[in-house]
C-alpha cells in the first residue's frame, strides 16, 4: 500500500491532474474530480433519510440502522466508469477520494451518528490477489480518513471465493453468497455500531449476508449500518 502511494504521489506531482469524469485539466483549487462534475454527480441524498429505497431493502432480511448510497449507479455515466475504473484498472486511489468526498457529505447530515468502526467487504484472499487489492478497503479508508472513525479490516474474512456477483443472476445471488464469511476477531465488533462499507448496491445480497453472519457472531449485541458508494437505479424501481 505504501509504494502504492509512492508511485501515485510522484505520478500527480509529474502529470498534471485532470478530472476522471470530463478529462479538464483541474485547477489547483479543485481535489481530484472538477467543481462543474461535484455539481452535476447523480447523489441519491438517501443519507438524509433514514427509512429510504435502500434502508428498505433490508426489512424482513436483516436488521440494519441505517442505509445509504453516495450516487445512482446510471448506464453509461462517467462516473459508472470510474467505478470500474477504480474496480478493475488499479485506480485505488480513485475509491480513496471517492470515499473522503462521500463522507464529508454524509458529515453534513445525522447519518455517522454513533458509528464506532468502519468494516470493508472483505474479498476472499484468492480474488484479492489476483486484483492486487479490495477497492472496497480504499472506500472504507477514505470515509474514515475524512470522518475519524477508525476502520477494522481483519475482523471478518471471506472463507469462501463465490463467483464474482456481476457474473451471476439476480435470482441465483442468494443461493450463491450463504455462510461466506467467517468473524475471525468478534471481540473486535460485538457491542459496537458497524458501518459496512461496499462499492456497489445492486440485490444487497452480499451486504445482508454479512451483516447476519456479525449479528450471529456477536448474538445480536451488536448494531449495523451500511454505505455504498453507488446503488443500481432499479431500486426505486420497485
Ligand atoms: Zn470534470
Given at each position: 500500500?505504501?509504494?502504492?502511494?509512492?508511485?501515485?504521489?510522484?505520478?500527480?506531482?509529474?502529470?498534471?491532474?485532470?478530472?476522471?469524469?470530463?478529462?479538464?485539466?483541474?485547477?489547483?483549487?479543485?481535489?481530484?474530480?472538477?467543481?462543474?462534475?461535484?455539481?452535476?454527480?447523480?447523489?441519491?441524498?438517501?443519507?438524509?433519510?433514514?427509512?429510504?429505497?435502500?434502508?428498505?431493502?433490508?426489512?424482513?432480511?436483516?436488521?440494519?440502522?441505517?442505509?445509504?448510497?453516495?450516487?445512482?449507479?446510471?448506464?453509461?455515466?462517467?462516473?459508472?466508469?470510474?467505478?470500474?475504473?477504480?474496480?478493475?484498472?488499479?485506480?485505488?486511489?480513485?475509491?480513496?477520494?471517492?470515499?473522503?468526498?462521500?463522507?464529508t457529505e454524509l458529515m453534513r447530515s445525522d447519518f455517522l451518528?454513533?458509528?464506532?468502526?468502519?468494516?470493508?467487504?472483505?474479498?476472499?484472499?484468492?480474488?484479492?490477489?489476483?486484483?492486487?487489492?479490495?477497492?472496497?478497503?480504499?472506500?472504507?479508508?477514505?470515509?474514515?480518513?475524512?470522518?475519524?472513525?477508525?476502520?477494522?479490516?481483519?475482523?471478518?474474512?471471506?472463507?469462501?471465493?463465490?463467483?464474482?456477483?456481476?457474473?451471476?443472476?439476480?435470482?441465483?445471488?442468494?443461493?450463491?453468497?450463504?455462510?461466506?464469511?467467517?468473524?475471525?476477531?468478534?471481540?473486535a465488533l460485538c457491542g459496537r455500531h458497524i458501518l459496512l462499507?461496499?462499492?456497489?448496491?445492486?440485490?444487497?445480497?452480499?451486504?445482508?449476508?454479512?451483516?447476519?453472519?456479525?449479528?450471529?457472531?456477536?448474538?445480536?449485541?451488536?448494531?449495523?449500518?451500511?454505505?455504498?458508494?453507488?446503488?443500481?437505479?432499479?431500486?426505486?424501481?420497485?
Open positions: 500500500m505504501f509504494v502504492d502511494r509512492l508511485i501515485h504521489t510522484l505520478k500527480s506531482v509529474i502529470i498534471a491532474p485532470t478530472c476522471p469524469i470530463c478529462g479538464r485539466r483541474l485547477e489547483s483549487a479543485e481535489s481530484f474530480v472538477c467543481i462543474s462534475c461535484q455539481l452535476a454527480a447523480p447523489f441519491t441524498q438517501l443519507w438524509h433519510k433514514e427509512d429510504n429505497v435502500m434502508s428498505r431493502r433490508f426489512w424482513g432480511i436483516v436488521p440494519i440502522e441505517r442505509a445509504a448510497a453516495f450516487m445512482w449507479f446510471v448506464e453509461s455515466s462517467p462516473w459508472r466508469e470510474l467505478i470500474h475504473e477504480f474496480k478493475y484498472h488499479n485506480h485505488w486511489f480513485l475509491a480513496e477520494n471517492m470515499g473522503y468526498w462521500f463522507a451518528r454513533d458509528i464506532d468502526l468502519i468494516v470493508a467487504v472483505p474479498l476472499h484472499w484468492r480474488r484479492r490477489l489476483s486484483r492486487g487489492y479490495n477497492q472496497s478497503e480504499y472506500i472504507a479508508a477514505g470515509i474514515s480518513h475524512k470522518s475519524g472513525i477508525p476502520y477494522c479490516f481483519d475482523a471478518v474474512k471471506r472463507s469462501i471465493n463465490n463467483p464474482p456477483q456481476a457474473a451471476t443472476q439476480y435470482i441465483d445471488r442468494w443461493q450463491n453468497i450463504e455462510n461466506i464469511f467467517t468473524l475471525t476477531r468478534p471481540e462499507v461496499d462499492d456497489v448496491f445492486t440485490s444487497g445480497a452480499t451486504l445482508s449476508t454479512l451483516a447476519q453472519a456479525i449479528l450471529k457472531g456477536c448474538n445480536g449485541n451488536v448494531k449495523i449500518s451500511v454505505a455504498t458508494l453507488a446503488a443500481t437505479r432499479h431500486l426505486i424501481d420497485k
